[in-house]
């Protein structure tokens, strides 16, 4: 039984009443297709918190789209505004925000986001990530002649990097979005100094 679910419960929406409080801005890393923007939102709402999107903050700001963004400014434009965009967000009430796949590789980003909130890898296997993200049409990084094999070398690469997030959640393709974010709010509890249940 995990520790935020009432035992008399009837369902699953019965745990969203229960009083949370986050102390700390959870900020979800992980390659993408990981689930962080749905997973996100789901734990924005159960926790009755705010949910940023570091991706869709700036797409917002440009009002053009990631891969466009990417064809006329570059990568490391967008990397920059990404950056700023992600400390800005970090400054507000705490919430759950959403990182772009390649956010947290910049030390920059990693020091922000642990001097203000928490990172939470949501952490999948490659054969789920390609899963999900085989079909789609805006992931610029993989606009390639093999995508397959950039999602390998991306995720290659990148690992090391996601591990230095302080808590690791794994995905489990056969959950839905409500059981991985029960596994991330179990996550959460274990850690009195970002999420607590209120008396």
Same mark, same amino acid.
């Given at each position: 039984m995990?520790?935020f679910r009432?035992?008399?419960?009837?369902?699953k +929406?019965?745990?969203?009443?229960?009083?949370?409080?986050?102390k700390?801005?959870?900020?979800?890393v992980?390659?993408?297709?990981?689930?962080?923007?749905?997973i996100?939102?789901?734990? %924005?709402?159960?926790l009755?918190?705010?949910?940023?999107?570091s991706?869709?903050?700036?797409?917002?700001a440009?009002?053009m789209?990631?891969?466009?963004i990417?064809?006329?400014d570059?990568?490391?434009f967008?990397r920059?505004?990404?950056?700023?965009?992600i400390?800005?967000?970090?400054?507000?009430?705490?919430?759950?925000?959403?990182?772009?796949?390649?956010?947290y590789l910049?030390?920059r980003?990693?020091?922000a986001?642990a %001097? +203000?909130?928490?990172a939470?890898?949501?952490r999948?296997?490659?054969d789920?990530?390609?899963n +999900?993200v085989?079909?789609?049409t805006?992931?610029?990084?993989?606009m390639t002649?093999?995508?397959r094999r950039?999602?390998?070398e991306?995720?290659?690469? +990148?690992?090391?990097?996601y591990a230095?997030?302080?808590?690791?959640?794994? %995905?489990?393709?056969g959950?839905?979005?409500?059981?991985m974010t029960?596994?991330?709010?179990?996550?959460l509890?274990s850690?009195?100094?970002?999420?607590?249940?209120?008396p």
């Open positions: 995990t520790p009432a035992s008399n419960r009837k369902d +929406r019965d745990a969203a009443v229960l009083p949370f409080k986050l700390k801005t959870v900020a979800l992980g390659m993408m297709g990981s689930g962080k923007s749905a996100g939102q789901a734990l %924005a709402r159960r009755d918190v705010p949910f940023l999107d991706d869709a903050e700036i797409v917002a440009a009002n789209s990631i891969a466009e990417f064809a006329r570059g990568e490391s967008f920059r505004k990404e950056t700023q965009v400390q800005r967000l970090l400054k507000g009430t705490p919430g759950i925000l959403s990182t772009g796949g390649g956010a910049k030390e980003n990693r020091e986001i %001097a +203000r909130g928490v939470v890898w949501l999948a296997d490659i789920l990530l390609w +999900r085989r079909h789609k805006t992931r610029p990084l993989l002649d093999n995508p950039t999602l390998e991306l995720y290659a690469a +990148r690992v090391p990097e230095k997030a302080e808590i690791a959640v794994d %995905a489990d393709p959950f839905s979005i409500e059981e029960d596994r991330v709010v179990e996550a509890l850690r009195p100094d970002i999420l607590e249940v209120q």
